[in-house]
Nanobody, 119 residues
Framework: QVQLEESGGGLVQTGGSLRLSCAAS????????MAWFRQAPGNERELVAA????????YYADSVKGRFTITTDNTKNTVWLQMNSLKPEDTAIYYC????????????WGRGTQVTVSS
């Protein structure tokens, strides 16, 4: 069973930066797609960024392109989300998720970490 644990959330002012971390319980980063989702109150959960084990470019939602960067370190079983130029609309609970090759859904989820951007 893959376990994911996020950390790094907090309160930051508009224009500030945060780096979220997600530690995986097993060596999956070389075989899985790792992703960050977020969910704001009253909104559906949305995919923010994703990175596969291949050389394909990472995916970013239009709302975060140029501001967020997803990176992975297979040796540390960790995926990060660097968030710069944060806006109040980035306020949400951020979740780390993982899916294996060929899977169309994300069966593995962390508990989430709160990010709050004050105006």
């Amino acid at each position: 069973q893959v376990q994911l644990e996020e950390s790094g959330g907090g309160l930051v002012q508009t224009g500030g930066s945060l780096r979220l971390s997600c530690a995986a319980s097993a060596r999956i980063l070389s075989m899985y797609t790792m992703a960050w989702f977020r969910q704001a109150p009253g909104n559906e959960r949305e995919l923010v960024a994703a990175k596969t084990w291949t050389e394909r470019p990472s995916y970013y939602a239009d709302s975060v392109k140029g501001r967020f960067t997803i990176t992975t370190d297979n040796t540390k079983n960790t995926v990060w989300l660097q968030m710069n130029s944060l806006k109040p609309e980035d306020t949400a609970i951020y979740y780390c998720a993982a899916k294996s090759r060929g899977s169309s859904t994300y069966p593995h989820w962390g508990r989430g970490t709160q990010v709050t951007v004050s105006s």
